[in-house]
């Protein structure tokens, strides 16, 4: 393989996660990622972007959006509007094409990196939308009947939170990996890139509590990764010692977000 992803000093990656990457990167396929929220799926991109030394390009997905949208964008508005006060080259339609990220993608003169960012937002025929110019790097533009061709083949990544199933065909198509809640010493780590002058005790009292959290059964919304980092941070700038950690769970607003499960946590962790 000509390029590896590792992990950098903002990014924890396991070994399997850099794997993942890295055979995507080699087969040329996109890189699908799941993991519950707060795993680092965003995050992902831009630390292979890092690494690797290449812009990325990100592309936002919401549930209104259309695999058009990605491509390219004729605005007929902005054309009619230029016509009606007589704007210089009104006639020249090539003058009111936007690319969507895709395209920017695929007529950047160096390789980027295309982060597709929660595809099951869009409806269930977006990911089939995209087949063709994921797996071609290419697409039409009807009104100027021009194919617009990737100059340098992206290294694509797709995030899902599991929202919606994907279909087989797109399935076929990437490469998958899924980003387990990491644990308590692959945590400590993470952690420790954020801070590394963390006092030891009030880092071990902190991840106790944390994880105890996580496996109480009733709680609808587990704390994840990035809110166990604020907690930390707060708890440092709070000045709070180890022993009042578990004793009087000091801005525990921060990990727990949902009212009945603050509850259940106070009840449970007395």
């Not at 003058?95 to 993608?105: F, P, S």
């Not at 003169?109 to 982060?115: C, F, R, S």
Request: charged letters at 30%; proline letters at 3%; one cysteine or more.
């Amino acid at each position: 393989m000509s390029e590896q992803f590792s992990s950098t000093k903002e990014y924890v990656a396991s070994e399997q996660l850099m794997a993942g990457v890295n055979v995507a990167i080699a087969l040329q396929k996109p890189l699908l990622i799941k993991g519950e929220p707060g795993t680092g799926k965003t995050m992902l991109a831009q630390a292979v972007a890092r690494s690797l030394g290449k812009k990325l390009i990100i592309w936002n997905i919401k549930s209104t959006t259309k695999a058009q949208d990605g491509l390219y964008m004729y605005d007929t508005i902005q054309r009619l509007y230029d016509g009606q006060f007589g704007e210089e080259g009104v006639d020249d339609i090539a003058h009111y094409i936007k690319l969507g990220k895709l395209g920017e993608a695929f007529e950047s003169e160096e390789q980027v990196i295309l982060l597709i960012d929660e595809i099951d937002k869009a409806d269930l025929e977006f990911p089939n939308d995209l087949l063709w110019e994921l797996d071609q790097m290419e697409f039409y533009i009807h009104e100027t009947k021009r194919t617009v061709k990737a100059k340098q083949r992206p290294i694509v990544i797709i995030t899902s939170n599991a929202e919606k199933e994907l279909p087989d065909a797109f399935l076929r198509r990437c490469i998958f990996h899924y980003i387990d809640f990491p644990d308590e010493t692959l945590m400590e780590e993470i952690v420790r890139t954020h801070y590394p002058d963390v006092e030891e005790k009030l880092l071990k009292n902190a991840m106790d509590v944390f994880y105890r959290i996580r496996d109480l059964r009733d709680i609808r919304k587990k704390p994840s990764t990035s809110e166990l980092i604020d907690w930390i941070n707060a708890l440092q700038i709070g000045g709070i010692s180890a022993d009042e950690i578990r004793a009087k769970l000091p801005f525990i607003g921060v990990v727990v977000k949902k009212d009945e499960d603050l509850e259940t946590v106070r009840q449970k962790l007395d």
